[in-house]
């Protein structure tokens, strides 16, 4: 994986068409983006090669999965040598049910997304999972009523 490899408008387009598409075909994205089917397809390629793109996902109804339960977590740590927040991370990227977990600055450590079912099964996930994890002190937890943006990915508008 290259970092360093300098994009053009080409791939910029490339980018923003798969990302908010996983699905294209190679002609509608050769069509969308406005090259030929064989220099698009390789670049695509490459941007895959050099970890541009990292997967292509499908978009969930969580209402109909029953996932629609989300609540974010704030979480405090005893310490934060190296050797804790590795311990950390590294147990909470075994728990599945934990959708994204960022380190922080400011007041807390780590921000936790956790989706589920509903309440009830929350309270046995901050008790049975996230209260388990190595070096937990403290835990905030902050129910989301209403999702009211999700964005599918960035706005690359200034590259293309």
């Given at each position: 994986m290259t970092d360093d490899r300098i994009l053009d408008k080409f791939d910029w387009r490339?980018?923003?068409?798969?990302?908010?598409?996983?699905?294209?075909?190679?002609?509608a994205l050769s069509d969308q983006v406005g090259l030929s089917k064989t220099p698009c397809q390789i670049r695509l390629k490459r941007l895959e090669e050099d970890g541009y793109i990292t997967g292509y996902h499908a978009r969930l109804n969580m209402r109909k999965v029953r996932k629609n339960y989300v609540v974010f977590i704030q979480?405090?740590?005893?310490?934060?040598?190296?050797?804790?927040?590795?311990?950390?991370?590294?147990?909470?990227?075994?728990?599945?049910?934990?959708?994204?977990?960022?380190?922080m600055a400011g007041g807390f450590d780590y921000l936790l997304k956790v989706r589920c079912r509903n309440m009830e099964e929350y309270r046995m996930i901050l008790t049975d999972d996230i209260n388990d994890l190595p070096g937990v002190y403290q835990t905030a937890t902050f129910p989301v009523m209403e999702e009211v943006k999700r964005a599918v990915g960035v706005d690359f508008s200034n590259q293309l």
């Open positions: 490339i980018l923003d068409a798969v990302q908010q598409d996983g699905r294209l075909s190679l002609a979480v405090k740590l005893e310490a934060t040598s190296r050797r804790h927040l590795e311990q950390f991370n590294k147990a909470v990227r075994k728990i599945d049910v934990i959708q994204s977990c960022h380190m």
